[in-house]
Nanobody, 128 residues
Framework: QVQLVESGGGLVQPGGSLRLSCAAS????????VGWFRQAPGKEREGVSC????????YYADSVKGRFTISRDNAKNTVYLQMNSLKPEDTAVYYC?????????????????????WGQGTQVTVSS
């Protein structure tokens, strides 16, 4: 059974940090581009960061550049999102996703192009 399971969300104060993890099962992430999306209440889904299968290309939304870092550990079939200097506007449900191997990372993040698998989401709340 194919699954993406996110973890690491929670409540954090502004300026704090969180590290999200996404564990894949039922398929090998080596052959997929991976990414993180988020959706806040009443807002459209936003691609936060995406990474190519080789990790040679990454994309970050302008709103998170310099604060968030995507990484992957193919040996563990896991993708991470390190989030620093968190702001209240980062509050959302965060989803990880996997897309077909040749999907351009910018297109994956901005249009969800080629996304084949989605996780169930993890809540991140930034509040004092």
């Amino acid at each position: 059974q194919v699954q993406l399971v996110e973890s690491g969300g929670g409540l954090v104060q502004p300026g704090g940090s969180l590290r999200l993890s996404c564990a894949a099962s039922g398929f090998t992430t080596n052959y997929y581009a991976v990414g993180w999306f988020r959706q806040a209440p009443g807002k459209e889904r936003e691609g936060v960061s995406c990474m190519s299968s080789s990790a040679s290309s990454t994309y970050y939304a302008d709103s998170v550049k310099g604060r968030f870092t995507i990484s992957r550990d193919n040996a563990k079939n896991t993708v991470y999102l390190q989030m620093n200097s968190l702001k209240p506007e980062d509050t959302a449900v965060y989803y990880c996703a996997a897309a077909l191997v040749l999907t351009p990372v910018q297109a994956m993040c901005t249009k969800a192009l080629g996304v084949h698998y989605w996780g169930q989401g993890t809540q991140v709340t930034v509040s004092s």
